[in-house]
């Protein structure tokens, strides 16, 4: 019951859709721009770099809140699997971001979202070996794609390692069903960007741009 609650937490959190509210305060339906993606890459590329932070940072911390309530809700009663809680909330959050129901679920693709559940569930280190995998691959490819399918591949690992070195005070069945609930969320990320793998092998992949929108 647990897990259930942390899951319906997490999407009333992703249900918070950034760049269709940033979208239609500026008078747009991002949903009918660009990619049609309710995501912080195609609010960058079409309504401009402040679009893409608002809906980026906005994505991002409504899971690490989700994430947040759900360690204040059951800190006391299940702190013996907190961590696998926390990962549950995000899958929520995640989920919602994805999958709006009054959007008709068609929402984002989650990368922004799990990018919040990096930071909420994993350390620093890892967080910022993410980070820099993320730039240097977009600096040099100019492939948002590939930098955000690289950061989930490191998330996954990220739980992994650390739950294998015991920095979750887990282990057992709990533990494992944390790696896939991570392994679910890393898999779900890239089965959304199938249309950018696609493109990615065919050459036709969209480039990036950091230009003034007009």
């Not at 991002?30 to 940072?57: E, H, P, Q």
């Not at 809700?73 to 971001?97: Q, R």
């Not at 709006?100 to 909420?120: E, N, R, S, T, V």
Request: overall charge positive.
């Amino acid at each position: 019951m647990e897990r259930l609650i942390c899951i319906g937490i997490g999407y009333i959190f992703g249900l918070f859709q950034t760049g269709y509210i940033y979208g239609k305060l500026h008078h747009v339906d991002i949903r009918k721009m660009g990619s049609g993606n309710a995501g912080s890459t195609n609010a960058l590329r079409t309504l401009g770099i402040k679009a893409g932070a608002v809906t980026f940072f906005g994505d991002c911390f409504k899971c690490i809140f989700a994430v947040l309530i759900a360690r204040l809700i059951f800190g006391n009663t299940k702190g013996d699997i907190l961590p696998l809680l926390s990962m549950y909330a995000g899958l929520g959050a995640v989920l919602g971001h994805n999958f709006p129901f009054y959007m008709k679920f068609k929402g984002g693709k989650g990368i922004a979202a799990m990018a919040g559940l990096l930071a909420a569930t994993t350390n620093i280190w890892i967080c910022l070996i993410a980070l820099a995998v993320f730039v240097t691959i977009v600096a040099a490819t100019k492939y948002v794609s590939v930098g955000s399918i690289a950061v989930v591949i490191i998330f996954f690992a990220g739980v992994v390692i650390r739950g294998q070195i015991g920095d979750y005070g887990m282990e057992g069945a709990p533990l494992y069903e944390m790696y896939v609930v991570a392994g679910f969320l890393a898999l779900m990320a890239i089965w959304k960007h199938r249309a950018n793998i696609g493109r990615l092998l065919n050459g036709t992949e969209n480039k990036i741009s950091f230009g003034k929108k007009k």
